[in-house]
């Protein structure tokens, strides 16, 4: 069955350090996979996507994600975390000639000052 | 323009009322979607149209009634909804196979 985990449902960071988000996917096929970011009572916002090519993929807001094969992970990274970076973040896979992407749980960030 | 537009931003209903969500796009993508998002929760797929023709339907209660009057417009008519149904809801809209799509800012809904 297709399924979106994110391990991590809190994470605290401190502003300047770096983040990792971890995202693990179970799907049959080369996944389209992403990550949206929702600030309180907002909508989803595309941070950034891969759908094939180099496995290193940049995204907005300084976000970088690697998608590794071996392991079904697509991690999420930032080298230095601002305090707006606090927010929802959700992983996401798009299932090929459905129109349906299943997401992951969530993992709330919170930036200590 | 990546914007999708959802109006209003917040409303709140009687069990007895009629009321609508409008969502609207111009990034040319032919399909679009309505998700409901209770408190910390992902969002959850209600309908999907593809090319202004109703593709999905995830078992949606009737007093939920999705429209697309065109390529640009979706709407979703409430009618004798439940308390339950307060939630956030999101329209998004993507190109046809599964690019990635694009989420308006949601309605707030509370029913009273």
């Known amino acids: 069955a297709q399924s979106v985990t994110q391990p991590d449902i809190h994470i605290t960071v401190s502003e300047g350090a770096s983040l990792e988000l971890r995202c693990n996917y179970s799907y049959g096929a080369t996944p389209y996979l992403f990550w949206y970011v929702q600030s309180p009572g907002q909508g989803l916002q595309l941070l950034l996507k891969y759908f094939s090519g180099d496995t290193l993929v940049q995204g907005i807001k300084g976000f970088e994600a690697e998608f590794k094969r071996s392991q079904s992970s697509f991690n999420l990274r930032k080298p230095s975390v601002h305090w707006s970076d606090a927010a929802e973040y959700f992983c996401?896979?798009?299932?090929?000639?459905?129109?349906?992407?299943?997401f992951g749980t969530g993992t709330r960030l919170k930036v200590l000052a | 323009d990546t914007e999708v537009t959802q109006t209003p931003k917040h409303l709140v209903m009687g069990m007895t009322n009629k009321k609508s969500l409008k969502c609207e796009q111009h990034m040319g993508h032919r399909a679009m979607y309505w998700y409901k998002q209770k408190a910390k929760k992902p969002p959850e797929l209600m309908f999907v149209?593809?090319?202004?023709?109703?593709?999905i339907n995830e078992s949606v209660p009737s007093r939920f009634s999705p429209e697309c009057p065109n390529s640009s417009l979706l709407n979703l008519h409430l009618h004798a909804l439940q308390p339950e149904d307060s939630a956030l809801y999101l329209c998004?809209?993507?190109?046809?196979?599964?690019?990635?799509?694009?989420f308006g800012q949601g309605t707030r809904l509370t029913v009273v």
């Open positions: 149209y593809s090319y202004e023709k109703l593709s």
């Open positions: 996401a896979v798009g299932i090929s000639g459905t129109y349906k992407y299943i």
């Open positions: 998004a809209s993507s190109h046809v196979g599964n690019t990635e799509a694009f």
